[in-house]
């Protein structure tokens, strides 16, 4: 009789291909079975009927602040909520303090994630003006996910917004580099226009929807000439989803759970806990992301999970920080435009699971397969729960979803075999360790 570490029994497995009636089975942290198992034996067996078993999904975009403030995030904190919210691998943003920009601070966060971290996590490591000549031999480093470049500027000093800079960076390895994409010289030159204190929805004045496409436009530019990949993070307008399309042979993007979930009707009610860059904007891009997510223009969906402190985001505008926590509650309110009749389930494993995993290179991450990463996300799609600021285990406590409903959430998260979340109690240890990219040497 073959005998396994735990078996789900009885679920409806979400395959890339669609969803199947059948048990899984996991043995030495990998996915070994998935069929008819009743004739197995498992030290563990979990009862999955009327439940659905995902990839364990990947949130390729976060900032977990560490090192940093961990008042307001580390990366224990950050990846407990990553677990209890359903994730089983996040890649962390190297705007931290100090950033990760060279390979001994790399090294020190790698470092960290043993005995901290409750999921997987890949680590960007971050461009900047005096870094362009490292970067060829960085982005082969172990577990580095890809290289993070801020063309405009967010939270931290990280920017290289010139095209000269641009193009050395581009010019300077193989692998496919992110941008944080709105052009710095419209941004600004458009500041002087606004004053301290004016209404937060003034955000997406300042940054407008010009400030993001003539930022693609030139990235796209650059990465053409270059034949450089791009991936665009976090695409808020509908204008750069089109443009976008006709660069599907060197260029892949990813939009963001807010820009999917929130219009600009969130500034008056959020103030400060709507402003994020790239900012929230009308239905129109809503409705725009959602069409480029049904018809396939968009490859990943990520949080920008990107935690401030209460006393940062209640700073008069413009000296609100921007960011919004996101790490604990992507899953669930996925799950809610799913039973909204939004996207399939099959599309959401596509999005957070095969997505991230074939744009990033995670060999065994993000598909249900023999031989893959024993990642699970066991959701329950009958489940009513309303998000609430109590539940966030992030250290600075909030969440611009408090008090949204969502049909649909996760009931358990396995990170290679490890029952980590089960029924939102997080178990066992922190067994997280860094992820394996494809063209990375091995740590
Ligand atoms: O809103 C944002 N917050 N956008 C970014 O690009 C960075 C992030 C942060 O680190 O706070």
Redesign the pocket.
């Known amino acids: 009789m073959d005998r396994y570490d735990l078996i789900l029994k009885g679920g409806q497995v979400v395959m890339p291909w669609g969803v199947e009636a059948a048990d899984l089975a996991i043995a030495g942290g990998r996915i070994a079975a998935i069929g008819d198992l009743r004739m197995a034996e498992a030290a563990q067996v979990v009862d999955c009927k009327g439940l659905h078993v995902m990839p364990g999904l990947i949130d390729p975009h976060v900032?977990l602040?560490d090192p940093g403030d961990p008042k307001v995030e580390t990366i224990a904190t950050g990846t407990k909520a990553a677990v209890l919210g359903g994730l089983a691998t996040v890649f962390d943003?190297p705007?931290t303090a100090p950033a990760i920009t060279d390979a001994v601070r790399l090294d020190a966060k790698r470092a960290g994630l043993a005995g901290a971290a409750w999921c997987d996590v890949g680590l960007y490591v971050g461009a900047t003006k005096t870094n362009i000549a490292a970067l060829a031999e960085l982005e082969h480093q172990p577990n580095v996910c890809a290289i993070k470049v801020?063309a405009g500027s967010?939270?931290?000093d990280m920017l290289v917004e010139d095209d000269a800079s641009l193009e050395a960076v581009m010019r300077s390895g193989h692998r496919r580099i992110c941008y944080?994409s709105e052009d710095e010289y419209r941004l600004q030159a458009r500041k002087p226009m606004f004053t301290p204190g004016m209404p937060h929805r003034n955000h997406m004045e300042w940054r407008d929807v010009e400030t993001a496409m003539l930022g693609t436009r030139r990235l796209m530019a650059i990465a053409r000439r270059t034949n450089r990949p791009a991936h665009i993070?976090?695409v808020s307008t509908a204008e750069e989803l089109d443009y976008l399309g006709g660069f599907r042979d060197i260029a892949t993007c990813e939009v963001l759970l807010n820009h999917l979930t929130q219009t600009d009707e969130a500034y008056d009610r959020l103030k400060g806990y709507a402003?994020?860059?790239?900012p929230i904007r009308d239905a129109r891009h809503l409705e725009a992301a959602w069409a480029a997510v049904r018809d396939g223009r968009v490859d990943c969906v990520g949080s920008?999970h990107?935690?401030?402190s209460r006393e940062a985001k209640e700073r008069p505008w413009p000296n609100t920080?921007?960011?919004?926590t996101g790490i604990q509650t992507i899953v669930p309110l996925m799950l809610d435009h799913v039973s909204a009749g939004r996207l399939s389930l099959p599309r959401l494993a596509d999005l957070m699971g095969t997505g991230p995993a074939r744009v990033y290179g995670a060999l065994t991450k993000g598909r249900l397969a023999v031989g893959y990463d024993g990642d699970v996300t066991v959701v329950d799609m009958k489940r009513q729960r309303t998000i609430e600021d109590s539940w966030i285990v992030s250290p600075c406590g909030w969440t611009p979803f408090a008090g949204h409903r969502c049909t649909g959430w996760p009931t358990m998260t396995i990170v290679r075999g490890n029952v980590v979340m089960r029924e939102d109690e997080v178990l066992g240890a922190p067994v997280g360790a860094p992820v394996a990219f494809a063209d990375t040497a091995r740590a």
């Open positions: 900032h602040r943003m705007n801020f967010s939270t931290g944080h993070l976090h402003v994020m860059n790239p920008d990107a935690p401030h920080a921007a960011g919004l």
